[in-house]
């Protein structure tokens, strides 16, 4: 069994990064470690979903407890840093394989999508 980071691009949703359900997301250490984007935990609010009707919107939470699952909030201009600390932990090799195969990935995301300003990468408990 799998999970997922996911980003919204152009209106639907896109696989960024798949890992074991056992796996905990490490999307937090981008910004706990490097202070890199914005991070929250969230939950989802089916009353109080706005314009788009029987969609649910996120609630941020101050911690974990009660939390659907996490966001990531990346902008074009944190690339750079993201990808000078992706060749930082690369060069250290007692850094887990997966954590950086993480970063990769949302990096090459990123990459892939020039059009789009900022990058909300979710990921579900």
Avoid at 28 to 34: D, N, Q, S, T
Avoid at 40 to 52: I, M, S
Avoid at 59 to 65: D, E, G, S
Avoid at 66 to 91: H, Q
Wanted: with cysteine; hydrophobic share 35%.
């Amino acid at each position: 069994m799998s999970r997922y980071i996911e980003c919204e691009i152009d209106g639907k949703s896109k696989i960024v990064y798949k890992y074991l359900s056992s796996q905990p997301c490490e999307a937090c250490r981008i910004y706990e470690e490097f202070g890199i984007g914005k991070y929250h935990f969230f939950w989802w609010d089916y009353e109080d979903a706005g314009e788009d009707e029987g969609q649910p919107c996120y609630k941020y939470l101050p911690t974990r407890q009660g939390a659907d699952g996490d966001v990531l909030i990346l902008n074009r201009e944190n690339l750079e840093a993201l990808s000078s600390c992706l060749e930082t932990l690369k060069a250290d090799v007692s850094q887990a394989a997966r954590y950086i195969w993480m970063i990769e990935a949302i990096c090459d995301f990123m990459l892939k999508h020039p059009h789009q300003e900022e990058f909300t990468f979710e990921s579900e408990f």
